[in-house]
């Protein structure tokens, strides 16, 4: 079975990219973002300058997309290119004018090396003398849910409705010791989507042709081997990570058009059944397999206190003018950093 914090860094990724805006073809889209940590790491952050609001200008033309990150002052210190005709990825440092290249080929090993790991199982620790560690079994549980309350707003002079997202994952967790017999346990994780989307704006069909040659390159579309071969071998062994990617997909269509503003809150939680029971703050005798699985997990309560982190995204600008072929290539006076042999 596939580790609680590689599984929930997986689930993560998979919403965070499921309510992103989405860009499209000859569009350029300046937006001001925002990533809240809470907690004693968020705490970290802010001493080391995070929590704070980035800007960022992204572009679509065809097989090209760029991003641009913006400094304070509005000036562009790092660039992100995607070029589908050459298969590279190009990384441009504008203080320093260098510019770095990564290959599709070479993402892709990159990758599959990071995803082997998913698919071995975890070896048999040896025999000791070790006190025994009690039996657990753990059953997953997902919802994934899309409504439209029907409110309405304006961002980027654009109308955009309301289109809320929402995620749960749930492990019920046995556990059975021989001093203590049958224990159980819940935890989990919530992700709460609020997105304001215009269906009306030109791009969604051409974004959705450059996702869709962007994967087939990579060689991730259902149906091919290898790379796309290795992930549903992951899927295959982990369940559980098969079943959120299957319930996003069923349900992703009803997110079309231009997420003009977006606000996600990622909420994790952890319950004894001494705690749901008693619903007691003192220790719950949780059992020490399950500890192990939701250490981190708080109390579950009707407040805000077991919340991760909180992404927030706004649309400033949104224009369909035809963009320059230019932006899309590695400027002349540009040093290309070599690879180390």
């Not at 039996?135 to 919802?143: D, P």
């Not at 309405?152 to 010791?177: C, G, Q, W, Y």
């Not at 809150?265 to 008693?278: I, L, N, T």
Request: net charge positive; proline share 3%; hydrophobic share 30%.
């Amino acid at each position: 079975m596939i580790g609680r914090s590689r599984f929930l860094s997986t689930l993560l990724c998979i919403s965070l990219t499921a309510t992103s805006s989405l860009l499209f073809a000859d569009v350029m889209q300046e937006k001001e973002s925002k990533v809240k940590i809470k907690g004693p790491l968020g705490s970290a952050a802010k001493l080391f300058g995070g929590n704070k609001p980035v800007r960022t200008v992204h572009y679509y033309k065809g097989d090209f997309s760029r991003t641009d990150n913006l400094d304070k002052k509005g000036k562009v210190k790092q660039s992100s290119i995607v070029d589908l005709q050459n298969e590279r990825f190009i990384t441009l440092d504008h203080k320093k004018k260098k510019a770095k290249i990564l290959t599709f080929e070479e993402w892709k090993e990159m990758l599959t090396s990071g995803l082997r790991g998913l698919t071995l199982q975890p070896e048999k620790e040896p025999d000791s003398e070790e006190e025994e560690q009690p039996k657990t079994e753990v059953e997953w549980s997902f919802s994934v849910d899309i409504n439209e309350p029907g409110e309405t707003k304006v961002f980027a002079d654009h109308p955009s409705d309301r289109v809320d997202l929402n995620m749960k994952m749930e492990a019920d967790i046995t556990t059975e010791d021989k001093d203590k017999g049958k224990q159980k346990a819940k935890g989990g994780l919530s992700i709460e989507s609020e997105n304001w989307v215009n269906k009306s704006l030109t791009g969604p069909e051409e974004m959705r042709r450059f996702g869709e040659k962007l994967f087939q390159k990579l060689g991730m579309n259902p149906g091919q081997g290898g790379l796309a071969g290795l992930l549903a071998s992951v899927m295959k062994n982990n369940e559980q990570l098969a079943a959120a990617i299957e319930k996003m997909r069923e349900e992703g269509d009803k997110l079309e058009g231009v997420i003009l503003s977006n606000h996600t809150v990622f909420k994790s939680w952890g319950q004894s059944d001494q705690a749901m029971d008693k619903d007691q703050s003192k220790d719950t005798g949780m059992p020490k397999a399950v500890k192990g699985m939701f250490k981190k997990f708080g109390k579950k309560k009707k407040d805000d206190s077991n919340i991760m982190l909180e992404t927030f995204s706004k649309v400033k600008r949104h224009d369909t003018s035809t963009l320059s072929a230019g932006l899309f290539q590695i400027p002349g006076n540009f040093d290309i950093e070599q690879k180390k042999e």
